[in-house]
């Protein structure tokens, strides 16, 4: 098998074990470093802020300077921040060492599709893809499983697969290649440091809970879109939101993750402090919605083909909406395996479909950008997600009541997405 493509499966697996491998972790963190269980939770806005922030600005300097070269790049800076991760004395250098690991991963996350076209004859890309999609639902499938059993023995320990896998990556990529910058095309450095800034403002103050800097930072985030629609070679192409298919679609898409990825941290601090689970039982439970995902997700593709994609779509954002509510009352009193299994079914039968006609809305030219923009969607939804959580948890005095709460919550942002897929079928069938 091309070497490259090994290398771009391998680093795919990193980010979704990563995070649900630490969010297992969470509540032996908090004792070891002396953070409270629900603070633990920064931990992982840390990691997936700083994915948000910079996947998009770094996809953009790896068309300029070279896929290979900010992969490489990337993987090396991931490498460095779980390592001092693995390493951290104290909870802030914890969120300091896991924000330099998601730069990394951002340089690597906006370079390895890309990458991965250019390493692969044109009449195999589509199986690539394929192979690179496994990866991804193997490691959200792994993480809770394999980082529970490793948080038995240290919480430390989570990373070391994260780390292998890493640096096996870095080795398959190859050595180091020479600077290639296209010509007659300049860096929008204005317009990353604008997106960078406005989502930190963003996603910091949500979970801070504070209206000032929410509020600062979505008066950012217009400016920023209205600079970058200026811009001759923007990092941000906001000219695609100009078509109301697309933007419904990618808004559905933030939504959907905004109301899932704050699910595996809260659960996990709450079947372990309350129901006493270890982070091994825990991790099993957890990772059903995985198992789900991956059982789910060929089958979602399948109906799709032959019925209304928009129509599948909006029936797997309703099943994740119910099952969500469901466990917000059930959770209280029964882990409700069941319930997590349907989450994982729901979820999948909204974003294969979902993510099919966001890619058939935009000519075929801009599939690239779209697809970019859909990742920046997840990141940013996961990333606000989790600081949602840590604002909800932390204004209630117990631990199961703030998780219900923060389940119906969730479940509102999935029947905002239902709606929104609902509302979607009705226009394109009148």
Same mark, same amino acid.
């Given at each position: /098998?091309?070497?490259?493509?090994?290398?771009?499966?391998?680093?795919?697996? @990193?980010? !979704?074990?990563?995070?649900? +491998?630490?969010?297992?972790?969470?509540?032996?963190? +908090? &004792?070891?470093?002396? +953070?409270?269980?629900?603070?633990?939770?920064?931990?992982?806005?840390? *990691?997936?802020?700083?994915?948000?922030?910079?996947?998009?600005?770094?996809? &953009?300097?790896?068309?300029?300077?070279?896929?290979?070269?900010?992969?490489? /790049? $990337?993987?090396?800076?991931?490498?460095?921040?779980?390592?001092?991760?693995?390493?951290?004395?104290?909870?802030?250098?914890?969120?300091?060492?896991?924000?330099?690991?998601?730069?990394?991963?951002?340089?690597?996350?906006?370079?390895?599709?890309?990458?991965?076209?250019?390493?692969?004859?044109?009449?195999?890309?589509?199986?690539?893809?394929?192979?690179?999609? /496994?990866?991804?639902?193997? $490691?959200?499938?792994?993480?809770?499983?394999?980082?529970?059993?490793?948080?038995? @023995?240290?919480? &430390?320990?989570?990373?070391?697969?994260?780390?292998?896998?890493?640096?096996?990556?870095?080795?398959?990529?190859?050595? !180091?290649?020479?600077?290639?910058?296209?010509?007659?095309?300049? =860096?929008?450095?204005?317009?990353?440091?604008?997106?960078?800034?406005?989502?930190?403002?963003?996603?910091?103050?949500?979970?801070?809970?504070?209206?000032?800097?929410?509020?600062?930072?979505?008066?950012?985030?217009?400016?920023?879109?209205? =600079?970058?629609?200026?811009?001759?070679?923007?990092?941000?192409?906001?000219?695609?939101?100009?078509?109301?298919?697309?933007?419904?679609?990618?808004?559905?898409?933030?939504?959907?993750?905004?109301?899932?990825?704050?699910?595996?941290?809260?659960?996990?601090?709450?079947?372990?402090?309350?129901? $006493?689970?270890?982070?091994?039982?825990?991790?099993? *439970?957890?990772?059903?919605?995985?198992?789900? /995902?991956?059982?789910?997700?060929?089958?979602?593709? &399948?109906? %799709?083909?032959?019925?209304?994609?928009?129509?599948?779509?909006?029936? $797997?954002?309703?099943?994740?909406?119910?099952?969500?509510?469901? =466990?917000?009352?059930?959770?209280? %009193?029964?882990?409700?395996?069941?319930?997590?299994?349907?989450?994982?079914?729901?979820?999948?039968?909204?974003?294969?479909?979902?993510?099919?006609?966001?890619?058939?809305?935009? !000519?075929?030219?801009?599939?690239?950008?779209?697809?970019?923009?859909?990742?920046?969607?997840? @990141?940013?939804?996961?990333?606000?997600?989790?600081?949602?959580?840590?604002?909800?948890?932390?204004?209630?005095?117990?631990?199961?009541?703030?998780?219900?709460?923060?389940?119906?919550?969730?479940?509102?942002?999935?029947?905002?997405?239902?709606?929104? %897929?609902?509302?979607?079928?009705?226009?394109?069938?009148?």
């Amino acid at each position: /098998m091309n070497r490259v493509l090994v290398s771009v499966v391998l680093s795919s697996f @990193v980010t !979704p074990f990563s995070t649900s +491998a630490l969010g297992v972790s969470l509540p032996l963190v +908090a &004792r070891d470093l002396g +953070a409270t269980s629900v603070d633990s939770v920064e931990a992982l806005v840390a *990691l997936t802020l700083a994915v948000a922030m910079f996947v998009l600005p770094l996809g &953009r300097a790896a068309d300029l300077l070279g896929h290979v070269v900010v992969f490489r /790049m $990337g993987l090396l800076l991931a490498v460095a921040g779980f390592v001092l991760a693995s390493l951290s004395p104290s909870f802030l250098l914890l969120c300091g060492a896991l924000a330099v690991g998601g730069v990394g991963l951002a340089a690597v996350f906006g370079s390895n599709n890309a990458l991965l076209f250019q390493a692969v004859a044109p009449d195999r890309r589509a199986s690539a893809v394929g192979i690179n999609s /496994m990866s991804v639902y193997l $490691g959200l499938l792994t993480g809770p499983f394999l980082g529970g059993f490793l948080a038995q @023995v240290s919480w &430390r320990a989570v990373f070391l697969p994260a780390l292998a896998l890493l640096l096996a990556s870095v080795v398959l990529a190859g050595g !180091p290649s020479p600077r290639q910058v296209r010509g007659g095309e300049s =860096y929008d450095w204005v317009g990353a440091a604008l997106l960078a800034l406005s989502l930190a403002l963003v996603v910091l103050g949500v979970s801070a809970a504070s209206p000032f800097f929410t509020g600062l930072g979505l008066v950012a985030l217009v400016f920023t879109g209205l =600079y970058e629609s200026r811009q001759r070679s923007p990092v941000v192409d906001v000219g695609l939101f100009r078509g109301f298919v697309f933007s419904a679609l990618l808004i559905a898409a933030f939504l959907n993750y905004l109301s899932t990825a704050a699910l595996t941290p809260a659960l996990s601090l709450l079947f372990q402090e309350e129901y $006493g689970m270890t982070p091994q039982d825990a991790g099993v *439970l957890l990772a059903l919605q995985a198992l789900a /995902m991956a059982i789910s997700a060929p089958l979602a593709g &399948r109906l %799709s083909d032959k019925t209304s994609p928009s129509a599948v779509s909006a029936g $797997g954002a309703a099943l994740l909406a119910a099952s969500l509510f469901a =466990y917000s009352h059930a959770a209280l %009193s029964s882990p409700s395996p069941h319930l997590l299994f349907l989450m994982g079914v729901g979820f999948a039968f909204f974003i294969v479909p979902n993510t099919t006609l966001i890619l058939l809305s935009v !000519p075929p030219a801009r599939r690239g950008t779209a697809s970019a923009l859909v990742a920046e969607a997840r @990141v940013v939804g996961q990333s606000l997600s989790n600081a949602v959580a840590v604002n909800v948890l932390k204004s209630y005095s117990s631990l199961p009541s703030g998780v219900s709460a923060l389940l119906l919550l969730l479940s509102a942002a999935a029947v905002a997405t239902a709606v929104l %897929s609902a509302a979607r079928y009705i226009a394109m069938r009148l």
